[in-house]
């Protein structure tokens, strides 16, 4: 099989349509937990967050893998200097795309998802919503695409990369620990699967 030619850019408002199902496939039970209604999938709130350059699943944190000029990949990374101003824009969306009806619910959702997904330390570069192109998966894409986050986070002067897998995902995990992470600790889910199971998360981590 040959070798991919993969190249890289900061993902783009335009970039939603191919984006939001390889966000969506890097965590569903955790997405649907938290954001999916009995009239509105998940996704539906991932199409109108996207653009929005505010919030966890907006495009300002992505970085996208392109094959063929086309989006292969993405991975968001963040840190705990952007806590803040990301907490900001999630309860800003929250509000705009589910209204005060909803609002609360998703809010005390996302905080239950914290528990096992809690929020990166300043030093830490942090990365989520993985996802690969399914016909492209096992071709090295998302290797290179957490190659090039790494060296990012090296380059901005970041002790340590971490990030979280679910523990359902033996593969993912051994994708990392390929890269360099290190397992740290196990999270496990306390909040029952009356929305859908979720699966207990583990962080990872790698020190620069």
Same mark, same amino acid.
């Given at each position: 099989?040959?070798?991919?030619?993969? *190249?890289?850019?900061?993902?783009?408002?335009?970039?939603?349509?191919?984006?939001?199902?390889?966000?969506?496939?890097?965590?569903?039970?955790?997405?649907?937990?938290?954001?999916?209604?009995?009239?509105?999938?998940?996704?539906?709130?991932?199409?109108?967050?996207?653009?929005?350059?505010?919030?966890?699943? /907006?495009?300002?944190?992505?970085?996208?893998?392109?094959?063929?000029?086309?989006?292969?990949?993405?991975?968001?990374?963040? /840190?705990?200097?952007?806590?803040?101003?990301?907490?900001?824009?999630?309860?800003?969306?929250?509000?705009?795309?589910?209204?005060?009806?909803?609002?609360?619910?998703?809010?005390?959702?996302?905080?239950?998802?914290?528990?096992?997904?809690?929020?990166?330390?300043?030093?830490?570069?942090?990365? /989520?919503?993985?996802?690969?192109?399914?016909?492209?998966?096992?071709?090295?894409?998302?290797?290179?695409?957490?190659?090039?986050?790494?060296?990012?986070?090296? /380059?901005?002067?970041?002790?340590?990369?971490?990030?979280?897998? !679910?523990?359902?995902?033996?593969?993912?995990?051994?994708?990392?620990?390929?890269?360099?992470?290190?397992?740290?600790?196990?999270? *496990?889910?306390?909040?029952? !699967?009356?929305?859908?199971?979720?699966?207990?998360?583990?962080?990872?981590?790698?020190?620069?």
């Amino acid at each position: 099989m040959a070798n991919l030619s993969i *190249d890289f850019r900061p993902a783009r408002p335009e970039d939603v349509r191919a984006a939001v199902p390889l966000i969506y496939s890097s965590g569903p039970h955790e997405f649907d937990y938290v954001y999916r209604l009995r009239s509105k999938p998940a996704q539906d709130y991932l199409h109108f967050a996207f653009p929005t350059g505010k919030g966890l699943s /907006s495009f300002h944190l992505c970085t996208v893998a392109l094959v063929d000029n086309e989006v292969a990949g993405i991975c968001a990374f963040q /840190s705990g200097r952007d806590n803040l101003t990301t907490d900001l824009g999630n309860a800003a969306n929250f509000w705009r795309f589910f209204g005060w009806r909803h609002f609360g619910g998703v809010v005390r959702r996302g905080l239950q998802m914290t528990t096992v997904l809690p929020p990166p330390d300043k030093d830490t570069a942090y990365l /989520s919503q993985v996802g690969v192109r399914p016909d492209l998966r096992g071709r090295g894409v998302g290797s290179a695409l957490l190659k090039n986050q790494m060296a990012r986070a090296r /380059s901005a002067g970041f002790r340590r990369c971490a990030l979280d897998v !679910a523990a359902t995902n033996p593969r993912a995990e051994a994708l990392y620990e390929r890269l360099g992470f290190r397992f740290v600790r196990q999270r *496990d889910w306390k909040y029952g !699967a009356a929305r859908g199971p979720v699966p207990h998360q583990r962080r990872m981590e790698i020190v620069f």
